[in-house]
């Protein structure tokens, strides 16, 4: 009877250690590779809502802008200090302001983009390889 006993225990033991899959160097390199990317989705993605209410920001400014006469002189603030300026000036810095935010906007969604490609593709070979026993889900 104890040898029945020992064998299921066994048995067991043996399917719980069948599930193991040993870690090679280079899937510790992937698993590296897809935490590194991860933290710089991260990053990228707090600059982008940083851009996106800065780029708010400015398209409240524009409307404001709208109201003002033309010959008020507009407080324009560049770097630390406020200069006035006329309406057509401070409508083009505006203008010029909006587009680079949305240059930047548009980069920081293309990097996004790449990365999460890349870390696709990396889920793909870990999950092959390891299945449940990792947990990519991010």
Same mark, same amino acid.
């Given at each position: 009877?104890?040898?029945?006993?020992?064998?299921?225990?066994?048995?067991?033991?043996?399917?719980?250690?069948?599930?193991?899959?040993?870690?090679?160097?280079?899937?510790?390199?992937?698993?590296?590779?897809? %935490? *590194?990317?991860?933290?710089?989705?991260?990053? $990228?993605?707090?600059?982008?809502? =940083?851009?996106?209410? /800065?780029?708010? !920001? #400015?398209?409240?400014?524009?409307?404001?802008?709208?109201?003002?006469?033309?010959?008020?002189?507009?407080?324009?603030?560049?770097?630390?200090?406020?200069?006035?300026?006329?309406?057509?000036?401070?409508?083009?810095?505006?203008?010029?302001?909006? %587009? *680079?935010?949305?240059?930047?906007?548009?980069? $920081?969604?293309?990097?996004?983009? =790449?990365?999460?490609? /890349?870390?696709? !593709? #990396?889920?793909?070979?870990?999950?092959?390889?390891?299945?449940?026993?990792?947990?990519?889900?991010?």
């Amino acid at each position: 009877m104890a040898s029945i006993l020992q064998r299921r225990m066994l048995s067991k033991e043996d399917e719980n250690g069948a599930d193991e899959v040993e870690v090679r160097r280079e899937d510790q390199d992937k698993i590296n590779r897809f %935490s *590194r990317l991860h933290q710089r989705e991260l990053l $990228l993605e707090e600059e982008l809502k =940083t851009k996106n209410k /800065e780029k708010e !920001e #400015l398209d409240d400014l524009t409307v404001e802008l709208e109201l003002a006469d033309e010959d008020d002189k507009i407080p324009y603030k560049i770097g630390d200090a406020f200069f006035h300026v006329s309406l057509e000036q401070a409508q083009e810095m505006l203008s010029t302001a909006t %587009s *680079r935010i949305e240059e930047d906007t548009s980069a $920081l969604g293309d990097k996004i983009g =790449t990365l999460r490609e /890349e870390m696709d !593709e #990396l889920k793909v070979q870990l999950y092959a390889r390891f299945g449940k026993q990792i947990n990519l889900e991010t």
